[in-house]
């Protein structure tokens, strides 16, 4: 197994116990941070795995790929308000399908450099993985110890 399908693996464990989490969340209404809840977390993982994916999919299929463009700060609010009206089941399930969308593609190697955002580098699709994959880790740590509950 090389180092980008190890990578795969270990993303595709992290958004299957996110998932897991997720399913069996006590309280999604919980507040985490000072503004977001355990429910503004899986959306705003949601938004930016969502942005990896048509990226990585742009890219496999001989399209230019539209990062994102803005600040950080700017962009996560816009993710988090974005998903607002959709139900937990329904960002889980945009969650659950932008990870089969990297899955199928992040491995074919024409792959060299994906965007990340507008003004920011470009990639390897190992870096991209490492990134994001510590990204959910981080902030599921956080969820699980502000006693969102699993």
């Known amino acids: 197994m090389d180092r980008r399908e190890m990578l795969l693996q270990m993303l595709n464990e992290t958004v299957t116990r996110a998932l897991g989490f997720y399913r069996n969340i006590h309280d999604p209404d919980v507040m985490i941070y000072e503004l977001w809840s355990a429910r503004d977390i899986i959306a705003h993982l949601t938004f930016w795995h969502e942005s990896f994916a048509r990226n990585v999919e742009d890219l496999v299929n001989n399209r ?87």
């Not at 308000?81 to 945009?94: F, K, P, S, V």
């Open 64 to 150: 230019k790929p539209i990062p994102l463009k803005g600040r950080f700060v700017d962009l996560n609010q816009a993710g988090v308000d974005a998903m607002r009206t959709e139900t937990l089941e329904t960002i889980l399930e945009r969650f659950r399908s932008a990870q089969q969308m990297i899955r199928e593609h992040i491995l074919d190697p024409t792959l060299m450099l994906i965007p990340y955002k507008k003004g920011s580098r470009d990639y390897t699709p190992e870096e991209h993985l490492e990134i994001v994959d510590a990204h959910i880790n981080q902030h599921m740590q956080d969820v699980v110890m502000h006693g969102a509950g699993g």
